[in-house]
């Protein structure tokens, strides 16, 4: 167990050295576990660990507010919004260009999501739909025209959907563009 802690203790302090305040808790959160773990309080180990995890969520989902640039080329975005209940996340941001508008939404773990990534999942599916797709960072994007707007999907993994959806003249050019110009790989990372 004492290894364990280690590796623990290691892995929380790389991952936190950018953020002094969350690094100080984690340090007083893992020396707290490690002297419940040699008194062998076993419940009171597994809550401190929670508390710590939870704080490296918390952190994770402010640095998300990096892959929703306030600028990405002549695309000037609006303020951020962010969401978060448990596990459940959406992050969104609206930016424009001229007359056109295009949003950057991302959904993780919410109740309606399930039933379209459990679609998005299936390859036969979409090629059955005639749907388009377009490879980005390694991710495929599924095509789709609706009511006067353009969107462009993506799954990020088993339960994160990444949108870009096009209004005001944007064509789909220019959501594959912005799709470009951003790390999906990274941000399915802090995921």
Same mark, same amino acid.
């Given at each position: 167990?004492k290894?364990?802690?280690?590796?623990?203790?290691?892995?929380?302090?790389?991952?936190?050295?950018?953020?002094?305040?969350v690094?100080?808790?984690i340090?007083?959160?893992?020396?707290?576990?490690?002297?419940?773990?040699?008194?062998?309080?076993?419940?009171?180990?597994?809550?401190?660990l929670?508390?710590?995890?939870?704080?490296?969520e918390?952190?994770?989902?402010k640095?998300?507010?990096d892959?929703?640039?306030?600028?990405?080329?002549?695309?000037?975005?609006?303020?951020?919004?962010?969401?978060?209940?448990?596990?459940?996340?959406?992050?969104? =941001?609206i930016?424009?260009? *001229? +007359?056109?508008?295009? $949003? &950057?939404?991302? #959904?993780?773990? /919410?109740?309606m999501? @399930?039933?379209?990534?459990?679609?998005?999942?299936?390859?036969?599916?979409?090629?059955?739909?005639?749907?388009?797709?377009?490879?980005?960072?390694?991710?495929?994007?599924?095509?789709?025209?609706?009511?006067?707007?353009?969107?462009? =999907?993506?799954?990020?993994? *088993? +339960?994160?959907?990444? $949108? &870009?959806?096009? #209004?005001?003249? /944007?064509?789909?050019? @220019?959501?594959?563009?912005?799709?470009?110009?951003?790390?999906?790989?990274?941000?399915?990372k802090?995921?």
């Amino acid at each position: 167990m004492k290894i364990f802690l280690y590796l623990l203790l290691s892995l929380f302090a790389i991952s936190s050295l950018h953020a002094d305040a969350v690094q100080e808790k984690i340090e007083r959160g893992l020396r707290k576990a490690f002297k419940e773990n040699e008194k062998d309080q076993r419940d009171d180990l597994k809550e401190t660990l929670k508390e710590m995890l939870a704080v490296l969520e918390k952190e994770n989902v402010k640095s998300i507010d990096d892959y929703f640039p306030d600028k990405i080329d002549t695309w000037e975005g609006e303020k951020l919004q962010k969401e978060q209940e448990g596990k459940s996340l959406k992050v969104s =941001r609206i930016y424009e260009d *001229d +007359e056109k508008e295009v $949003e &950057l939404r991302l #959904s993780r773990d /919410t109740p309606m999501l @399930d039933i379209y990534l459990r679609l998005m999942k299936n390859e036969d599916l979409i090629r059955l739909s005639g749907a388009k797709t377009h490879k980005v960072d390694g991710f495929t994007g599924i095509e789709e025209e609706k009511g006067g707007k353009l969107f462009l =999907r993506f799954l990020l993994n *088993d +339960e994160t959907l990444f $949108e &870009l959806e096009g #209004s005001k003249g /944007t064509e789909m050019r @220019d959501l594959i563009r912005i799709a470009r110009r951003l790390d999906l790989k990274a941000i399915t990372k802090l995921l």
